[in-house]
């Protein structure tokens, strides 16, 4: 990618006769606010600031049924631990606080090795800042802190991973402590009196560092190598959608009503190619930025309004693209041929700006608008007392709703960070899966689930993931074969080729796939039902469900059951694929004949 030019790339939004039926489809709803409502003046009494780089679809105001159906939301959320409680939150002001002082106190100590004068060692600065949901203000209960440690131009990022780590491993509230230094983002990772927290690292061009720092200023990235940018695009990004919508308590109580939806609709991931954090929350914004003066439960049905008709691969922008000459990468189709391949481009507005959906492919598109659309005939139904803020989150029946499935299984001698890995290539399977001419969808589950046991007593660590796979319907054909030999043996070379180049191969590692039909899935899953549920069953699970505590802590409980459980060895049904002597080759290894090809009966 290359710099933005000097005609700014700005990409169309939907069209005005598409604006036009937004504004007009209005089930006016409301929000609970951080700021009251009730001191906000009349729309046409306000000139009110421009938000986003279109003009607002509605200025309406709330009315007074819609805060009464906002307060409904609220209580709604509160069981499934959205919010957390004062004595929680000030804690994690005291940690940080405690955080915040040893990085003064180290790069004091740093600068008075580095001989710097005593009068400028008393005024040197430092500082944490913290960014995503922490930062947003969207954190919920037992939610790690994403935290960047800001140093002067004198403190090297070596410093850091030594001196300063030795420093935090002396702290008695720290435990787990670790360094990820060839990261792509290098971070330290640890426990401070319980909190995880992640802490990157930049070191500004600056001899000091002000209390009143603005990361937000480009002219801070002048001179910076590139991890340094990486690590300071999070908490530019950050402040920077709290500077672009109109009211933060409704955007705070709007994206935490959406990602506790995203979680329990399957769809928040950004590893596995759905949305992730920063993404669910620029589509917030961009909500908030069209409907400045609305409430909460409004945003909320707006939200699925909008994004169930957006036009992808028209991108979602909070702001005009800036051009600040430091010939840093950007997001451009115009220059770059690799960015006008990306499905559901929602671009960050700090500067470089990126794609930060690059990992959507066309599958998890597909479900993700479904899933939109499915969003909007709910909320439909609430604001007109149809249904319960509680239907939303309902989780779906991911295992009823397609008939085949495909199955990846790691073993591993021990739990690592091999399962990160093997999730971070999935998407490649999927991508794969896409091409094949016989498959329409390929819809992969984020939960991973306990793996079967080989059988032997040797202790190991096994885990599986299920996609969802559905297949075209071939007219004038009953019967189909459809071979995914190469699809598993590409996958399985990818991820043994990073587990190799990265250090993280060992001998017991295996990975193996399978595919398997709806009726053999109890083989893998013991506690899942073989049989669908008749209409009335399924009402009384709903009826059950508007316990959402009970719900939760059913859905959570499901994983760690399963893991109690004994379960018995699956048939040698599936193709295994690991390196005994190296590194695997470009050429695909030999799959024994059928493994791979699976038999459709029409």
């Known amino acids: 990618m290359r710099s933005l030019h000097s005609n700014k790339y700005v990409p169309p939004e939907p069209s005005f006769f598409f604006r036009d039926y937004l504004s007009n489809t209005s089930f006016s709803v409301s929000c609970l606010a951080l700021s009251p409502i009730s001191n906000q003046a009349p729309a046409f009494q306000q000139t009110p600031k421009h938000y986003g780089i279109t003009s607002p679809i509605s200025l309406a105001l709330p009315k007074e049924a819609d805060l009464a159906l906002t307060q409904k939301l609220t209580e709604t959320l509160k069981p499934y631990g959205v919010f957390e409680e004062e004595l929680e939150l000030q804690r994690r002001i005291l940690v940080l606080g405690k955080l915040n002082t040893l990085v003064k106190e180290w790069i004091k100590e740093i600068s008075d090795i580095k001989n ?66 060839e990261a792509f983002v290098p971070v330290i990772k640890l426990a401070f009196d319980g909190i995880e927290i992640d802490i990157l690292f930049a070191r500004l061009a600056l001899q000091t560092i002000p209390e009143n720092l603005d990361l937000r200023d480009d002219g801070l990235l002048k001179n910076l190598d590139i991890r340094c940018i990486r690590s300071l695009n999070g908490c530019r990004v950050t402040d920077e959608i709290l500077h672009l919508v109109p009211n933060i308590g409704n955007f705070r109580l709007t994206l935490r009503t959406i990602k506790l939806w995203a979680k329990r609709r399957n769809i928040y991931s950004n590893i596995l190619g759905f949305l992730g954090g920063v993404s669910w929350a620029m589509l917030v914004a961009r909500t908030c930025q069209l409907y400045p003066n609305a409430a909460a439960s409004t945003l909320v049905h707006k939200f699925f309004l909008v994004f169930s008709k957006w036009e992808w691969p028209n991108p979602v922008l909070l702001k005009q693209p800036e051009d600040c000459n430091l010939n840093l990468p950007v997001w451009d189709p115009r220059v770059t041929p690799s960015d006008r391949y990306h499905l559901m481009p929602i671009i960050t507005p700090a500067y470089p700006q990126q794609n930060s959906t690059y990992n959507v492919s066309a599958s998890t598109r597909a479900v993700m608008v479904e899933e939109f659309k499915q969003g909007l005939a709910i909320t439909d139904e609430i604001l007109q007392n149809k249904a319960e803020w509680s239907k939303l989150f309902e989780a779906p029946n991911f295992f ?25 290539k999935i998407r490649i399977l999927v991508g794969n899966l896409e091409k094949n001419e016989f498959i329409t969808l390929a819809h992969v589950n984020p939960q991973s689930f306990p793996g079967p046991k080989e059988g032997n007593d040797k202790e190991e660590f096994s885990t599986m993931w299920v996609i969802g796979i559905v297949f075209k319907k071939m007219e004038g054909s009953e019967n189909l074969n459809v071979d995914l030999t190469f699809d598993i043996q590409s996958f399985t070379d ?39 549920m008749t209409s009335g069953e399924d009402n009384q699970t709903r009826r059950r469900s508007s316990d959402p505590a009970s719900d939760e802590r059913q859905q959570s409980g499901h994983v760690d059951r399963q ?13 295994v694929f690991h390196p005994l002597h190296g590194p695997p080759t470009r050429a695909p290894r030999p799959v024994p004949s059928g493994r791979g090809l699976l038999h459709l009966v029409g």
């Not at 435990?175 to 990820?180: F, Q």
């Not at 199955?407 to 399962?419: E, K, P, T």
């Not at 990818?494 to 590692?509: C, H, L, N």
């Not at 893991?563 to 049904?573: D, E, I, S």
Request: aromatic share 12%; proline share 3%; net charge positive.
């Open 116 to 181: 710097l004068p005593a009068s400028l060692i008393d005024t040197v600065g430092g500082k944490i800042f913290t960014f995503g949901s922490y930062r947003l203000g969207v954190h919920t209960k037992g939610a790690d802190i994403d935290a960047l440690c800001v140093a002067p131009r004198h403190v090297e990022r070596t410093d850091f991973f030594s001196s300063f780590y030795e420093k935090l491993k002396e702290q008695e509230e720290v435990k787990d402590l670790r360094a990820v230094e």
């Open 400 to 424: 009823q709703k397609y008939k085949f499935f495909f199955v990846i299984f790691l073993c591993s001698g021990y739990f690592s960070a091999r399962v990160g890995l093997v999730e971070s």
């Open 494 to 532: 990818t991820v043994y080729r990073q587990a190799i180049s990265s250090k993280m191969f060992e001998q017991e590692m295996k990975i193996s796939a399978m595919h398997v039909k709806r009726r053999q899935l109890h083989q893998l899953l013991p506690n899942l039902k073989r049989r669908k």
């Open 563 to 575: 893991r109690q459980q004994h379960v018995r060895p699956l048939p040698n049904v599936h193709a």
